[in-house]
């Protein structure tokens, strides 16, 4: 993927625009309880990419926590104004990465699930594509991701030690 499409989001109400000033490292379409009662949907479509790619204008979310299914914190940001959900950050997540919620994307078709997780939680009427690698709970990075995105990520965990 390259960087010269820039995507770029934000909130219902656009007092929250964003920018991601790179390509995902991985796209996930998360199918866990939590997912599904955040979002009010059958799943959520999560943009993994550092914090530092993501840019902000002037409006910045609001965030409260919530325990994740590991007992992890995940932290939960979104607008004020009108309450869409943003991106999270999950403390059980490597790096110092968000997940940005893709339905709030200016042009969402710009990316698609390179996997399917949680999908012993997904629900029954819903068929998935064969082709894309589906897990039922979480899957290994190592196992799963680009060589670029595995160097973009010891590079982020770096930074951050
Ligand atoms: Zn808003
Ligand atoms: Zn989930």
Known sequence: MSNSTTLAGGCACRSIRYKLKASPLIVHACH???CQRVTGSAFVINVWIERKFVETGPVAPKSHMLKGGSGKDHEVFFCERCGTYLWSQYHIAPGDALFVRAGTLDN?????PDVHIFTRSKLPWLELPEAVPTFKSIYEIEKVWSAESKERLRRNRSEGA
């Open 32 to 34: 866990c309880r939590d």
């Open 108 to 112: 969402p078709e710009a990316v698609k």
